[in-house]
């Protein structure tokens, strides 16, 4: 049974930074693509951040030159570095893993992803 369970979330105030982390078990880490969501009240949950499992990576355009998602295949661990953040970065993030292991083209729909954590939430102060 796959579990993951983000931590990392908090307050901060416009332009600081947080470091999430999705630690991973139950699945064979390395063979996944693994992503970032986020849900702001209201709204959808919408793709942030994805990386394959050969380590490319992809970035919703809100986010790119700010956020830097890594895995460590040692650890079972997904990471996204957020620097610079914006109130309307506020929202509950969730990682998810892949349905398919070694996708070739990495996709960034909800649907793609088949497991997901409890969320962590982040709130950003103007």
């Known amino acids: 049974q796959v579990r993951l369970v983000e931590s990392g979330g908090g307050l901060v105030q416009a332009g600081d930074s947080l470091r999430l982390s999705c630690a991973a078990s139950?699945?064979?880490?390395?063979?996944?693509?693994w992503g970032w969501f986020r849900q702001a009240p209201g709204n959808e949950r919408e793709f942030v951040a994805a990386?394959?499992?050969?380590?490319?990576?992809y970035y919703a355009d809100s986010v790119k030159g700010r956020f830097t998602i890594s895995r460590d295949n040692v650890k079972n661990t997904v990471y996204l570095q957020m620097n610079s953040l914006k109130p309307e970065d506020t929202a509950v993030y969730y990682c998810?893993?892949?349905?398919?292991?070694?996708?070739?083209?990495?996709?960034?729909?909800?649907?793609?992803?088949?497991?997901w954590g409890q969320g962590t939430q982040v709130t950003v102060s103007s």
């Open positions: 990386i394959s499992w050969s380590g490319r990576t």
């Open positions: 998810a893993a892949d349905r398919v292991q070694w996708r070739a083209v990495v996709g960034t729909d909800v649907a793609d992803f088949g497991s």
């Open positions: 139950g699945v064979t880490f390395s063979m996944y693509t």
